[in-house]
C-alpha cells in the first residue's frame, strides 16, 4: 500500500500570508496526486488535481507541485476562508486510492 | 448542476446491518464510477469502496472487504453501499464521491455525508 505523510500536521497563519503544506507519498507516484479542502461540517472540495491543475472555481491563489514522491501546497495571499483542514491523495494505486493525514490551517 | 445526496445513516448495533444510498443528478451518471469514503469523527478520511460506471468491477479496502457491498442502479442513478458485520471502528460520516479521470483520477464531486453510528 501506498502511504502518505503531510507536514506540518497544523498551522498558524495570518490573513495575507503565504501557506505552504507539504505531502510525501511511500513510492512514487508520478504527478497522481490531489488536493482536497475540508471545513467544519462539510464535505471535502477538491482543489488541485494531477499535482498542479486548478480544479475549475477554485481561486488561483492555490497552487500544487512536484512530482514523484514529494508535493506541495501553496496558498497565496491567506483569506479568512482558506481557515481549514487540506489533504493529500493519492491515486497512482486507483480505485484503492490513500489520503493523508490532513493539515489543519487555523488562525493565528 | 451536480448533486449527490446520500441517505440511509443512523444508529446500528454492533454485528447489525444498514444500507446507505446516494442519488446522482445533474450529470451522464452511468458514464462515471463512485467512490464511497468515510471519516471517522474527528479523523481523517478513508476510501471505502469504488464501483465502474457500468457496475462491472468492484473494489474495496481491506477495513471492510467481506462485509460491505458497492451497488449501483444506472437506471435510478444511484450508488448504495450495503454495510453488514458492523463493527464500532466502523462509525464515520460516510460521502460519495464521483470519480473522474482527467490527467489522472480523482473525486471532483462529493455528497454531504450520512453518519452511521454502531454502539450498543
Known amino acids: 500500500d501506498i502511504q502518505m505523510t503531510q507536514s506540518p500536521s497544523s498551522l498558524s497563519a495570518s490573513v495575507g500570508d503565504r501557506v505552504t503544506i507539504t505531502c510525501r507519498a511511500s513510492?512514487?507516484?508520478?504527478?497522481?496526486l490531489n488536493w482536497y479542502q475540508q471545513k467544519p461540517g462539510k464535505a471535502p472540495k477538491l482543489l488541485i488535481y494531477?499535482?498542479?491543475s486548478l480544479q475549475s472555481g477554485v481561486p488561483s491563489r492555490f497552487s500544487g507541485s512536484g512530482s514523484g514522491t514529494d508535493f506541495t501546497l501553496t496558498i497565496s495571499n491567506l483569506q479568512p476562508e482558506d481557515f481549514a483542514i487540506y489533504y493529500c491523495q493519492q491515486s497512482y494505486s486507483t480505485p484503492q486510492v490513500t489520503f493523508g493525514p490532513g493539515t489543519k490551517v487555523d488562525i493565528k | 448542476q451536480v448533486q449527490l445526496v446520500e441517505s440511509g445513516g443512523g444508529v446500528v448495533q454492533p454485528g447489525g446491518s444498514l444500507r446507505l444510498s446516494c442519488a446522482a443528478s445533474?450529470?451522464?451518471?452511468?458514464?462515471?464510477?463512485m467512490h464511497w469514503v468515510r471519516q471517522a469523527p474527528g479523523k481523517g478520511l478513508e476510501w471505502v469502496a469504488f464501483?465502474?460506471?457500468?457496475?462491472?468491477?468492484?473494489y474495496y479496502a481491506d477495513s471492510v472487504k467481506g462485509r460491505f457491498t458497492i451497488s449501483r442502479d444506472n437506471s435510478k442513478n444511484t450508488v448504495s453501499l450495503q454495510m453488514s458485520s458492523l463493527r464500532v471502528e466502523d462509525t464515520a460520516m460516510y460521502y460519495c464521491?464521483?470519480?473522474?479521470?482527467?490527467?489522472?483520477?480523482?473525486?471532483?464531486?462529493w455528497g454531504q455525508g450520512t453518519l452511521v453510528t454502531v454502539s450498543s
Open positions: 464501483i465502474r460506471y457500468d457496475g462491472n468491477n468492484k
Open positions: 464521491a464521483r470519480d473522474r479521470i482527467r490527467l489522472g483520477y480523482h473525486f471532483d464531486y
Open positions: 445533474g450529470f451522464t451518471f452511468r458514464n462515471y464510477g
Open positions: 494531477a499535482a498542479s
Open positions: 513510492q512514487s507516484i508520478s504527478s497522481y
